[in-house]
């Protein structure tokens, strides 16, 4: 009996890509060993992608679809597809071509070598130069501020073995920063080096906001480095206030009559430490965010329809 690989492939808007992407990875799977189950989740589209999806489901019992009641987000929702999935391996890849289905036989190449985790990494790219760079910079400080070696350069494009999406789902995390996630699992990451072109078509969905989720996520959920950080400035803060207060003390009282006080250092010093207070308090607020999430227990989505399964 042939072993079943699920590809899972989130969507939201995607009508230009998604015919397209369902030709390759069965053009690339029928020339494989291996049989396969294709699961598309999506957000809820709202242009012809899911009119599509199920032209091509009616045709092709293969492509399994999930429609979510509402757009659940660029996180929750490709976990919960990976989730969904029945064969001895999963694969992780985008909709609109920037993980290229070329790459599903070399994932399933180094699953057969053994490997449990196969990430994609990006070794060049043609993404703008400036958000590339800016990314590095973020991505270096979200590895360094890690409790655990976080990999450089993925997208959480990948295979992933039927024992990991059983850990991943025995940990059942609300609100998961996927590549932290992985990183948590195992350390026994075999990575595959390639070019990442532009996406094919279509607008891409990552924006300012959605990357600095990523990010911010990344730190919260794998490092109390900041909360450290915010105590020792919190506390350096404390001193430098009870130091520059005698300081000003002790010179009025050496210079009652010709010192004068003046508002200008109690205005900056009081914005100065407001400041501090405000930005803590964000980080803070992220991490009390975050408990909140777990202590809710949403579940990852809702569905609205399945189809083929």
């Known amino acids: 009996m042939k072993k079943l690989i699920s590809i899972v492939t989130p969507t939201f808007n995607e009508e230009e890509n998604i015919e397209k992407l369902c030709k390759a990875v069965g053009s690339e799977m029928q020339n494989l060993e291996y049989d396969y189950e294709h699961i598309v989740i999506d957000n809820n589209s709202t ?3 899911i009119e599509i999806l199920k032209k091509i489901a009616s045709q092709d019992k293969k492509l399994k679809l999930i429609i979510n009641s509402r757009n659940f987000g660029h996180i929750k929702s490709p976990i919960y597809g990976l989730l969904q999935s029945s064969g001895d391996a999963a694969i992780l890849m985008s909709a609109d071509f920037q993980d290229p289905p070329e790459l599903l036989s070399q994932y399933i190449n180094e699953w057969k070598n ?12 043609d993404e703008n130069i400036v958000k590339h760079f800016f990314k ?7 590895r360094s501020l890690s409790e655990i070696p976080l990999v450089m350069n993925t997208t959480g494009a990948g295979l992933f073995d039927k024992k990991i999406i059983d850990h991943i789902r025995e940990i059942n995390d609300p609100y998961p920063y996927f590549r932290g996630l992985i990183s948590e699992i195992t350390s026994d990451i075999k990575l595959l080096k390639f070019h990442q072109p532009t996406r094919a078509k279509g607008k891409t969905k990552n924006n300012f906001y959605t990357l600095y989720d990523i990010g911010i996520l990344g730190i919260i959920k794998h490092s109390k480095i ?16 009870i130091g520059v207060a005698i300081f000003y003390l002790i010179k009025k009282f050496l210079f009652w009559e010709s010192f ?22 964000g980080f803070i607020g992220e991490y009390v965010m975050n408990i909140l999430l777990h202590a809710r227990k949403l579940p990852l989505v809702i569905e609205k329809e399945r189809i083929n399964f």
Not at 136 to 142: A, G, M, V
Request: net charge positive; hydrophobic share 50%; charged share 15%.
């Open 47 to 49: 242009d012809k992608t």
């Open 114 to 125: 053994g490997s449990k985790v196969v990430l994609a990494q990006k070794d060049t790219s």
């Open 136 to 142: 590095q910079i973020f991505y270096k400080l979200i």
């Open 226 to 241: 900041p909360l450290r950080i915010m105590t020792f400035v919190g506390f350096c803060t404390s001193l430098f206030s």
């Open 260 to 281: 004068d006080l003046g508002l200008a250092p109690l205005i900056i010093g009081l914005f100065g430490i407001a400041s501090i207070q405000i930005f803590l308090l």
